[in-house]
């Protein structure tokens, strides 16, 4: 790429011609008059400088849009070539969320890495929200994702279901009222949850409880605000938080009830309750999301089909 390129695209990620000047390694007047000189060549400005941070103009923002599909066809030309050179090798940048990297992927990851040694693993762990923007950036080679309107914009490859439960604190007085709709830990386990003659807990009988819910942006806390909006009701929050697993945790020493996947039930000994939902939101089927490219690795191929027979 060339190098007025990269000095436009790191006063765009830093925002300072400072920072960019030092990651860059060049002197800031030295980055200003390149920056000048672009400007001079179209004619017009490519960052409003009377913003802090710096923003990008019209014509800016068509630069950064160029500037990054150059920079995935460039991705893609060293993955080929790499590819020519070193058979069954390469790498792999996956991104997940901590809730797939901590119960998901381990299991499929050390498979994957002893049918193929070769290939290294980069693994990178934020939110969906995080994820799908670093995917279209290509900053990484795939993620995954359960959000249906992400399906309409990448590559896509079914994966695996989980199935949504709400959790509630075992010593909670609500569970003498439906007791006979609760499932324990180890019925959640032995897989009791996904029979069709599992009964469903009506949503409305929770309505009094204090919830610990995700953070806008992860998935799972735009299912919870779905569900409490069919069923009518109005939630009592009493925390919000970035990781499913701390909440899970938090539930069972009985600081609110929480919304949780089946797949964190990996103990018999947990002090929760636990309840299907009447919700199809209840059930989720995540997918293998890839970005546009011109040029499939075989880091990627391979991670593919191991995915589609395991």
Known sequence: MQPEFKYIYQLYLDG???????????SQPALSIALQKMEASIGMPLFDRSRRPLRLTPAGQAYIQTIERIQGLEYDLEKQIYDFQNLNSGSLRLGGSHYLNAYILPKLLTGFSRMYPGIELEIMEESSDVLTEMLRNRNIDLTFSC?????????????????????VPYGCPLNAAVRDKALTARDIMEEKHLSSSCPLAPFQSFCDLEYILLTPGNNLYDRAVQIFKEAGVEPKVKLHLSQL?????????DFGCTFVSDRLIRTAEVPLLF???????????????????????????SFIQYLLVN
């Open 16 to 26: 300072s011609f400072s920072k960019a000047a030092q990651h860059l390694y060049i």
């Open 147 to 167: 959000d249906s309107d992400l399906m309409k914009e990448f590559e896509r490859y079914s994966c695996f279901q989980d199935h949504i439960l709400l959790a």
């Open 275 to 301: 309840y299907k939902l009447e919700s199809p939101l209840a059930t989720r089927t995540f997918y293998a999301i890839l970005p546009d490219r011109n040029y499939t690795s075989f880091a990627v191929k």
């Open 245 to 253: 697993a701390t909440a899970y945790h938090l539930a069972a020493e």
